[in-house]
């Protein structure tokens, strides 16, 4: 996707006219839309929020957001307050300062959203419209306003080229958007659309042909669906001008296509000899165990399938085989035991077993029960108000079987003696739940690696006396070019103690940090330095494998950093490329020196590549920065092997410096965009 991704949510709850009631969704739509547009998990939008504004503010932002835009941007624009009609028919979307009988003045018209909309460069835009406008309405249910109004009449398609725009509102004339379910007790929550569009997008339920990604036309369809399952007297309307397919956000549900398993091994499941087919079954228990989830998928099927036809001795290892690969928690059951009311407990449902059993979706029995999947597992918060019991299910959908979790508890109002503000472990066998608790006690490994960093450092120290014997030769010398690998050393050894950082940002820096540092190049002395690092980065990586809270994996550049990154990384190359060529046309002598050049270049550009596409993010962004820092000891140092010589500019050694450094600031942007 290119362009720029905005939305602009508009939510107006409070009315300074006491003809205008006041209404408790937009707040709660508002907050819930932006927090789920703004994940970068998610959809990536820029969301801006407009509460309770007047006319005039809010004409300035929309017409801002439209006329700010290029053609490949898509903008979103959500409404959610009062819709209302003048005598003419023309409709009006309501304001802080709007006042009935003056609509033109102090609210915001239809048609003036209409033609910012039509003079947008911005090919792809879409208008979500949760406004009530006519009828009655029912007991315990707010009504956003009376009077009929034709709400797509207002949005005219034609004259937009291009891929368009599409509109979709909450009710189509004659019903109505309904806040919530119950408002009687005066808590806000989202109205029925957009809980539903929230829930839609934050779950993944509205991609319906699982393709990673919901289209607008899925999202339409799960909206119309969900809406009338809540409130059959509520239907949403769309009116969509666009060619092609826009897709709005990302999904976990991806369809996993089995993958065939080879003929051989289909060969020997089938055989006459027993042996032959009880052979086939550990080679398929090894590729149900496999990464890719497609070749465990297939091996899954054809597993299955001997445990339901062949004979006993056979179907029970293949039944025996297949079921480690069944949907499983390391517990069934969390008790979160008393809960304050307005308290926000929260703990985690980890999975177990191989990658296929882990490809899970997640589904809560209530509204109440937020369920956010991380991972290997998924986050479950509590959001209640009402005191007494709960019981909720989670259940969770896998490729190979489905397992329900049981969420148990009760609502206080006053905290006990001893308030329990933590899940209780559930009754034996079952384990206990893991709550979000504060980190984890020092891997020895986490030490080990920090250790061995400080000791590169401190052994930098006699290096820099031993090379120089005064203060000049020392500059003069490069003695100097040990001092930033120390400082960089040391920086490695505290991220991997801190326990924020030590997860991902510590081992991520210090593996960077290794891989040029040891490039041989220098004095002799640093052998050891460099030896120390590679086994901090060793020692690191064997840390992060024993945390089982995350894996390492590979994943595609979606975002402009990334590819700055590589831009930087691939700058960086070519300008140690074009040294190394300009040391060789001055001398053949030169030619050990112009290796180290070429090595270098390839370790930077296999480094960067590596570091944007390693996730999670947080370890590839410290370990991008780790390499620039490695990458500036290293090019300085080879300062030194430029022959002093009008014949040599050293232009090369300048770019791969320059790069470096831009890496190195754009590692710095990133940083601040991901978490630990």
């Keep these: 996707m290119t362009g720029e991704r905005r939305a602009l949510i508009i939510a107006n709850g409070e009315y300074d006219n006491a003809g205008l009631s006041a209404l408790r969704s937009p707040a709660a739509d508002a907050e819930a839309l932006a927090e789920v547009l703004a994940d970068r998990a998610v959809s990536e939008f820029d969301v801006q929020v407009v509460r309770d504004e007047t006319a005039h503010v809010i004409a300035g932002r929309v017409e801002d957001l439209f006329a700010d835009s290029a053609p490949d941007d898509v903008l979103l624009v959500h409404f959610s307050c009062h819709g209302l009609k003048s005598e003419s028919g023309e409709l009006f979307f309501a304001a802080r300062n709007t006042r009935p009988e003056r609509l033109a003045s102090t609210a915001v018209p239809a048609d003036f959203v209409q033609r910012c909309m039509r003079m947008s460069r911005s090919r792809s835009i879409v208008l979500l419209l949760d406004c009530c406008y006519g009828g009655a309405f029912s007991q315990g249910v707010a009504v956003r306003a009376t009077g009929e109004a034709n709400v797509l009449d207002a949005f005219p398609g034609g004259g937009f080229g291009g891929r368009g725009r599409a509109v979709i509102t909450a009710s189509n004339s ?14 806000a929550r989202p109205s029925v659309f957009t809980s539903a569009l929230v829930e839609g997008l934050r779950t993944g339920d509205a991609d319906r042909d699982e393709d990673g990604w919901i289209a607008l036309s899925e999202l339409y369809d799960y909206l119309f669906d969900s809406v009338r399952e809540r409130n059959p007297n509520q239907t949403p ?15 976990r549900r991806r369809r996993i296509k089995p993958s065939p398993v080879p003929a051989d091994l289909r060969a020997a499941s089938e055989d006459p000899n027993m042996f032959t087919r009880l052979g086939a079954v550990t080679e398929l228990q090894r590729r149900l165990t496999s990464e890719n989830l497609s070749v465990a998928i297939g091996a899954h099927e054809v597993l299955t399938t001997m445990a339901q036809t062949d004979i006993r001795h056979i179907a029970e290892a293949a039944d025996l085989a297949r079921r480690e690969a069944r949907v499983r928690a390391e517990f069934e059951v969390l008790r979160f035991g008393e809960v304050v009311r307005g308290t926000r407990p929260v703990a985690r449902v980890r999975l177990a077993g191989p990658p296929i059993a882990r490809a899970c979706r997640f589904a809560s029995s209530h509204s109440w029960l937020r369920v956010t999947e991380d991972g290997d597992g998924a986050e479950v918060a509590l959001e209640l108000s009402e005191l007494g019991a709960f019981d909720g299910r989670i259940t969770v959908t896998g490729p190979t079987g489905e397992l329900v979790v049981r969420v148990e508890g009760q609502v206080v109002a006053e905290p006990a003696r001893v308030p329990v503000s933590r899940p209780e472990p559930a009754p034996k066998p079952a384990p206990p739940v893991e709550t979000v608790a504060p980190p984890p006690k020092f891997e ?5 690696a920090s250790v061995l960093a400080f000791g590169a450092a401190v052994y930098l120290v006699p290096i820099s006396f031993a090379l120089s014997d005064s203060l000049a030769e020392f500059f003069e010398d490069g003695g100097w070019t040990v001092i930033p690998l120390g400082v960089f050393a040391i920086v490695a050894g505290i991220l991997m103690l801190v326990p924020k950082t030590r997860r991902m940002a510590g081992p991520g820096a210090l593996c960077g940090l290794a891989l040029l540092s040891v490039v041989p190049s220098g004095p002799v002395l640093l052998v050891l330095t460099d030896g120390c690092l590679l086994a901090g980065a060793v020692c690191a990586l064997i840390a992060v494998r024993r945390d089982r809270s995350f894996r390492l994996g590979l994943g595609k550049p979606r975002d402009r950093l990334a590819i700055a990154a590589l831009a930087a990384g691939t700058a960086g190359a070519a300008g140690l490329v074009a040294e190394a060529v300009e040391l060789l046309d001055y001398s053949s002598s030169r030619a050990d020196e112009a290796a180290i050049y070429l090595v270098v ?40 092997a430029i022959p002093s010589s009008s014949s040599v500019t050293g232009a090369g050694w300048g770019i791969a410096l320059g790069a470096l450094l831009a890496l190195a600031v754009v590692t710095g942007f990133a940083a601040r965009e991901v978490k630990d």
């Design 444 to 448: 020895p490994f986490d030490v080990a």
């Design 237 to 251: 309307s769309r009116d969509i001008e666009m060619q092609g397919e826009l897709y709005l956000a990302r999904s």
């Design 601 to 640: 270049s390839v370790i930077l550009l296999i480094g960067t590549l590596l570091g944007v596409l390693l996730r999670p993010a947080a370890f590839g962004v410290a370990f991008l920065g780790g390499m620039a820092g490695g990458g500036i000891v290293m090019v300085s140092m080879l300062v030194h």
């Design 174 to 187: 004659i019903e109505y958007a309904f806040e919530g379910d119950h408002l009687a007790d005066g808590h």
